[in-house]
């Protein structure tokens, strides 16, 4: 038997599972190891930030995939990798073996320094899978908050997950605390935000965070001082509380490995999706670093996932892999927080409530995909 390990349960580990569900395979027996039996999906976190649905209705059912596919599940996160032993170590103290690995844990964020004693209540938006507990102390602080006060939010970093986390957010707290004064502000260290994305879709993201009352700053932030975030140049923007939604970095743990990390501890892998000079070893989605480099966007794990399967049971057998192709162009739909959504593919870009109910069709679909039927709602009042 082969021992085939799926270290992490994101999204390209979704479809592997789902293939080896389809067409099971008697010579691999197949591990699975994750820190829960629920894996967020990235695409409807907006939706649940802005409390259009429930977290319920965002995740993605491990224990079910793993079951249909006849695999093993271990709620237990990796802290150390040895792939020449071709061992793992586990944070509850297993010691697993494997013949075949594949790596998609996603990614985190390094926190900022931390300068005083009066600093800014503190969110940061990575890893995904734990921000359900970070945003459940969020909202327990805020039922504290005295009626008639003014509240700064401050969202640092220019990328799509910035704009629409801090767009999410501030509806999702004026609707519950409407006796609050929200302000918000977007802290970006680049002139342009959305990263490559086109003029167009820029211009209506501007227009968007325009319409929820949020003002643009720039500069990158760098540290939480006494009352607000300072950035690069020594100014000091006020906050109250701040989204700290800064580059993906790849975890901590990593560095315990003999993986060669580049120096954000992301994996090097080639066309294959194999580490680069570990044949027997594999990484998808955010964890990955591609050639050329890719964005950090729960799209490419997506892409990757049907490759990824096929490359992982090819190499349980001994047999040739296939070469996956990263899109040109990718759609990126971003949630407005208003029940509106702004798509953008490359110099392409429209928006309106339309937008929003596409987007969530597209996330409901990918959900109930993986979920068992009539196991999800998207409704927020489920």
């Given at each position: 038997?082969?021992?085939?390990?799926?270290?992490?349960a994101?999204?390209?580990?979704a479809?592997v599972?789902?293939?080896?569900?389809?067409?099971?395979?008697?010579?691999?027996?197949?591990?699975?190891?994750?820190?829960?039996?629920?894996?967020?999906?990235?695409?409807?976190?907006?939706a649940w930030?802005?409390?259009?649905?429930?977290?319920?209705?965002?995740?993605?059912?491990?224990?079910?995939?793993?079951q249909?596919?006849?695999?093993?599940l271990?709620?237990?996160?990796?802290?150390?990798?040895?792939?020449?032993?071709?061992?793992?170590?586990?944070?509850?103290g297993?010691?697993?073996?494997?013949?075949?690995?594949?790596?998609?844990?996603g990614?985190t964020?390094?926190?900022?320094?931390?300068?005083?004693?009066?600093l800014?209540?503190?969110?940061?938006m990575?890893?995904?899978?734990s921000?359900?507990?970070?945003?459940?102390?969020l909202?327990?602080r805020?039922?504290?908050?005295?009626?008639?006060s003014?509240?700064?939010?401050?969202?640092?970093?220019?990328?799509?997950?910035?704009?629409e986390?801090?767009?999410?957010?501030?509806?999702?707290?004026r609707?519950?605390?409407?006796?609050?004064?929200?302000?918000?502000?977007l802290?970006?260290?680049?002139?342009?935000?959305?990263?490559?994305?086109g003029?167009?879709p820029?211009?209506l993201?501007?227009?968007?965070?325009?319409?929820?009352?949020?003002?643009?700053?720039?500069?990158?932030g760098?540290?939480?001082?006494?009352?607000?975030?300072?950035?690069?140049?020594?100014?000091t923007?006020?906050?109250d509380?701040?989204?700290?939604?800064?580059?993906?970095?790849?975890h901590p743990?990593?560095?315990?490995?003999?993986?060669?990390l580049?120096?954000k501890?992301?994996i090097?892998t080639?066309?294959?999706?194999?580490?680069?000079?570990i044949p027997?070893?594999?990484?998808a989605?955010d964890c990955?670093?591609?050639?050329?480099?890719?964005?950090?966007?729960g799209?490419?794990?997506?892409?990757?996932?049907?490759v990824?399967?096929?490359?992982?049971?090819?190499?349980?057998?001994?047999?040739?892999?296939a070469?996956?192709?990263?899109?040109?162009?990718?759609?990126?739909?971003?949630?407005?927080?208003?029940?509106?959504?702004?798509?953008?593919?490359?110099q392409?870009?429209?928006?309106?409530?339309w937008v929003?109910?596409?987007?969530?069709?597209i996330?409901?679909?990918?959900?109930?995909?993986?979920?068992p039927?009539?196991?999800?709602?998207l409704?927020?009042?489920?």
């Amino acid at each position: 038997m082969t021992q085939l390990l799926l270290i992490g349960a994101g999204h390209a580990h979704a479809f592997v599972l789902e293939a080896f569900a389809e067409t099971p395979d008697p010579e691999v027996t197949i591990t699975v190891v994750s820190d829960s039996s629920l894996a967020a999906y990235s695409g409807s976190v907006p939706a649940w930030l802005a409390g259009d649905c429930s977290l319920r209705d965002t995740q993605l059912d491990v224990a079910a995939l793993c079951q249909r596919a006849g695999a093993t599940l271990i709620e237990s996160p990796v802290v150390a990798l040895d792939h020449k032993a071709r061992q793992v170590s586990l944070a509850n103290g297993q010691i697993l073996t494997f013949d075949v690995a594949s790596i998609n844990v996603g990614s985190t964020l390094e926190l900022p320094a931390t300068h005083g004693d009066s600093l800014p209540y503190l969110l940061a938006m990575r890893p995904l899978s734990s921000l359900h507990h970070r945003w459940q102390a969020l909202q327990e602080r805020i039922q504290t908050l005295r009626g008639g006060s003014t509240q700064q939010i401050v969202s640092v970093g220019g990328g799509a997950a910035s704009c629409e986390t801090l767009m999410s957010v501030l509806a999702q707290l004026r609707h519950h605390r409407a006796d609050i004064d929200w302000q918000g502000h977007l802290l970006s260290a680049s002139p342009n935000l959305l990263g490559d994305a086109g003029w167009l879709p820029r211009q209506l993201t501007f227009r968007a965070l325009k319409r929820a009352g949020i003002q643009v700053h720039r500069g990158r932030g760098t540290e939480l001082v006494d009352g607000g975030v300072q950035d690069d140049q020594g100014q000091t923007l006020p906050a109250d509380i701040v989204l700290w939604a800064t580059g993906a970095v790849g975890h901590p743990w990593l560095s315990k490995t003999t993986l060669p990390l580049n120096e954000k501890r992301f994996i090097p892998t080639g066309r294959t999706l194999a580490v680069t000079g570990i044949p027997q070893l594999f990484a998808a989605g955010d964890c990955a670093q591609f050639n050329p480099p890719l964005p950090k966007a729960g799209v490419y794990a997506v892409r990757q996932g049907p490759v990824l399967a096929g490359n992982l049971r090819a190499a349980c057998h001994g047999q040739p892999l296939a070469n996956w192709q990263p899109p040109k162009r990718v759609l990126a739909l971003i949630g407005t927080g208003d029940s509106r959504a702004i798509a953008s593919r490359g110099q392409i870009g429209f928006a309106g409530k339309w937008v929003w109910e596409w987007k969530k069709r597209i996330d409901a679909r990918f959900i109930t995909r993986f979920n068992p039927p009539g196991a999800i709602k998207l409704d927020k009042h489920s």
